[in-house]
């Protein structure tokens, strides 16, 4: 053997050797992600709940988020804290995380500001939640960027002002959660064409008035949620039999529309209309539908409630406080 031969061999194996050693004492962690976590946590005042997060550590095993799992992409693409004690703003860092595509903040009771505009960089997010914070602020135009959100959960904070007609520019949005916040205004009239998929849409319990944009009527909505709002006027457009709606809930709003025009798919599984202002008579065909909740109590309708199907079997409070409705589990009609 000579000397040459012998003597490749052995640096390659050192280098084989040092470059191993080198891997496995090595972070899977991206470097740029640790330092931006590590600014997440400072900017959150090393909060007990981010112990984990310890730079003497490979990022990727700390608790709250995860790493791509191939090696083409070992990058942070999930953060999620839940029910943490925590106090501050979102740190606007969060928008350097670039491979992020969930995000969640929940049951954060002193999370507090407006949510940051970095959040716009993230171009890969499909799941944002932001739920029961004391986040204030608008809902912001800018989220209409995150062009693969698929969804969106922004209730249970304190946000306000109106809804920017922008989020139906998503176009892979299939949920779109904004209750339960201090929303003003009239629901956009762009949402009566979503590009992609109609998402699910929920906008309960917020300050949101005027009358629904007739355009959603062109929508088959599958679940669709207003109640608790201050709106006014038409919403029968919401229904088609055609359609394969599964849940409309309108209840404790002013609407006022004839009910005889509201035809629903045999799909249909919830209906709460309860505390508005509608007239007419229950729609003889709604007894072929397999209706699971019911509810058109205190509105202001009349004649028989048609025999048949579910409409029997939910009891008095689902019908009472009408003008004149009667019949089974009413009163007998006169
Ligand atoms: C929220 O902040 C208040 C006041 O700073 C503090 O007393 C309380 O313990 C905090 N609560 C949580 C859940 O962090
Ligand atoms: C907002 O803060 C108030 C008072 O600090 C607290 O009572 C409330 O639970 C918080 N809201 C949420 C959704 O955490
Ligand atoms: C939307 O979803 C479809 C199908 O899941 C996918 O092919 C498309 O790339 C997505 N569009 C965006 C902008 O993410
Ligand atoms: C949004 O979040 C709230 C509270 O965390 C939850 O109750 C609700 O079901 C969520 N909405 C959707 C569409 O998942
Ligand atoms: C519903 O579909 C039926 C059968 O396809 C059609 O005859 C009817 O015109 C449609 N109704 C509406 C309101 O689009
Ligand atoms: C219907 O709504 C009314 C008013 O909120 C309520 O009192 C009643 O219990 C509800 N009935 C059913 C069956 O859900």
Redesign the pocket.
């Known amino acids: 053997m000579d000397h040459k031969t012998n003597a490749t061999l052995l640096f390659s194996l050192l280098f084989f050797v040092t470059h191993l050693t080198n891997a496995l004492s090595k972070d899977l962690c991206n470097q740029n992600d640790k330092n931006t976590l590590l600014k997440i946590k400072k900017s959150l005042n090393n909060p007990r709940y981010l112990a984990s997060w310890d730079p003497e550590s490979d990022c990727c095993a700390w608790n709250y988020l995860e790493c791509g799992d191939t090696t083409a992409n070992r990058r942070v693409i999930s953060l999620t804290m839940i029910s943490a004690q925590i106090s501050g703003q979102i740190p606007p860092e969060v928008g350097d995380l670039p491979y992020l595509q969930k995000l969640v903040f929940?049951k954060i009771t002193n999370l507090t500001g407006q949510i940051p505009h970095s959040i716009a960089k993230l171009k890969y997010l499909r799941f944002f939640?932001l739920?029961?914070t004391n986040v204030t602020g608008p809902v912001p135009e800018f989220l209409s960027q995150l062009i693969n959100l698929v969804?969106l959960?922004l209730?249970?904070n304190e946000l306000s002002g109106s809804i920017p007609s922008s989020l139906s520019l998503l176009p892979n949005l299939s949920?779109l959660?904004l209750s339960r916040n201090k929303l003003t205004g009239t629901i956009p009239e762009s949402f009566g064409s979503f590009p992609g998929e109609v998402p699910?849409l929920?906008l309960s319990h917020n300050q949101l008035s005027g009358s629904i944009p007739k355009s959603l009527g062109n929508l088959d909505f599958n679940r669709i949620d207003l109640s608790r709002n201050k709106f006014v006027g038409d919403a029968s457009m919401l229904f088609g039999a055609n359609k394969t709606t599964f849940c409309i809930d309108l209840s404790r709003n002013m609407f006022q529309f004839d009910l005889y025009r509201a035809e629903i798919p045999n799909t249909f599984g919830i209906l709460d209309l309860n505390h508005n202002g509608i007239t007419g008579s229950i729609p003889v065909q709604w007894t072929e539908t397999p209706l699971q909740i019911f509810n058109v109590s205190y509105n202001r309708l009349c004649g028989r409630i048609p025999t048949g199907g579910k409409l029997q079997t939910f009891d008095s409070y689902a019908y009472f406080h009408n003008k004149c409705l009667c019949g089974a589990p009413l009163d007998r009609c006169k």
């Open positions: 929940r939640r739920s029961w969804y959960n209730s249970f949920y959660d699910d929920f």
